[in-house]
């Protein structure tokens, strides 16, 4: 452990002094791509050979590389390949130092938000099998079938894992209690990533995790606006024309956390007008690719 101090302290040191001299060429750095750096990606058992035994001082800086990176992408390179090389940079990390857990937690969930959904369900999935007690990689990973691939049943199965294990938090328990209606799932989504978020101090995870939280927020909204269209239902006869029809108590509606306002959007359901409109983009983008590969 003391080798691995020391080693890295010399390694900050050197990061530091890199840092400053590096400053004024951002813009070179930034020509950068991903292609390129997906060429200087050993995979995690060349790296084991190459560190020559050192390997977790080795996993340290490799884990400063990645979070730095990160950090200068997210946001403004869309280049999807950038998913890539993360990815094989922490399962790298992983193969190093494999009880370490700070990759496994921080870079399953960077890889969510840069869209490399695959990634991130094997280091939860290397989580799971390196750190057997550990309660959150099984309850991450069935968060991102719920989240990200709509997979219910796959959601389920690792939620009811997780909620099963020593030590795991009560409401994970509630949450698998719950979960076999969909429902049920949003309430358990927006704690989980609340958490995430109060874990750290990182700016861009916050961006990342605030942007999913803003929808999932919504969506809960739009679901109690569409439990009181049913009970309007029920006592009129009638559906609604207009979503201020079912005003509640007060006058008020569930605020829109899109700032929008609330409609009744092309399908006939009640989304904020914001989102109607991002829908909208989506269709017009697949519809855009479709014609592109004729």
Request: no cysteine; net charge negative.
């Amino acid at each position: 452990m003391t080798r691995r101090w020391w080693v890295l302290g010399l390694a900050l040191g050197a990061a530091g002094i890199a840092h400053g001299l590096q400053r004024g060429a951002d813009q070179v750095r930034f020509q950068t791509d991903a292609s390129t750096e997906l060429l200087f990606l050993p995979s995690p058992t060349a790296f084991k050979v190459a560190t020559l035994g050192y390997h977790e001082p080795t996993a340290d800086l490799l884990w400063m590389r990645a979070v730095l990176l990160f950090g200068e992408r997210f946001g403004h390179d869309p280049d999807p390949r950038w998913g890539e090389w993360l990815g094989g940079m922490i399962e790298a990390i992983a193969a190093l130092d494999p009880t370490w857990r700070t990759p496994y937690f921080y870079g399953g969930t960077m890889l969510r938000g840069v869209g490399a959904i695959d990634a991130s369900d094997r280091v939860f999935m290397a989580g799971i099998e390196n750190l057997p007690d550990d309660a959150y990689f099984p309850f991450a990973l069935g968060m991102n079938y719920y989240l990200q691939r709509d997979d219910i049943a796959s959601a389920i199965h690792w939620i009811d894992i997780a909620a099963k294990k020593p030590g795991a938090p009560a409401w994970y328990r509630v949450a698998s209690a719950g979960i076999l209606a969909d429902r049920d799932m949003l309430p358990a989504a927006i704690r989980f990533l609340e958490e995430q978020r109060e874990t750290t101090a990182d700016p861009s995870i916050h961006r990342m995790i605030d942007d999913r939280l803003q929808v999932l927020y919504h969506n809960l909204a739009a679901q109690h606006l569409e439990d009181a269209r049913t009970a309007w239902r029920a006592r009129t006869g009638r559906d609604i024309t207009r979503v201020e029809e079912l005003l509640g108590p007060g006058g008020h509606l569930p605020p829109d956390p899109f700032g929008a306002g609330w409609i009744l959007g092309a399908d006939g359901g009640i989304r904020s007008a914001a989102r109607e409109a991002w829908l909208a983009s989506q269709a017009q983008g697949r519809e855009r690719a479709l014609l592109e590969r004729r």
